[in-house]
């Protein structure tokens, strides 16, 4: 089981539904947390929970802004690009990377925007900021039985 630590959580099972874009509960303050990947690229773990029913894409992205809330003068430091919701099932994984000179944005604070296709009926997701992430799942071989 891997270790969170909730000041680098973004959103920990937050319900993504309807049609209109969805900020994360949490935000990370820059001010605090100035050391920011120590000049390597850093990665959002994004977690699908319950499955994504109703809309036909989900945009992940990750986001600076002026504002706590993260509305005032909005970049996009990071996307997945739009996964089609067939992938959006239960335990998937997608990531997004950062690129360490986010200084030079000069926003205090980074969180995350998940972007709907069609309007969601269902869906959570959980996100993380971390270094270098793997998916953590190990592959065993297929195709033989066992006597």
Partial sequence: MAIIDAATQFSNAQTVT?????LSANTLDALQNRDMG???SFQ???????A????TALEMQIITADDAGLTTNVNVLGSTGAIPVASLT???RFYASINPRIGNKGQRYIGCRYIPTGTGTAGTISAQIGGDVGDFKPVYPTG????
Avoid at 52 to 55: C, K, Q, R, T, Y
């Fill in 18 to 22: 309807g049609a209109s874009a969805v």
């Fill in 38 to 40: 120590g000049g390597k």
């Fill in 44 to 50: 959002v773990l994004f977690q699908v929970g319950t």
């Fill in 52 to 55: 994504f029913a109703g809309l």
């Fill in 90 to 92: 239960a335990a998937a």
């Fill in 144 to 147: 033989y039985s066992v006597a």
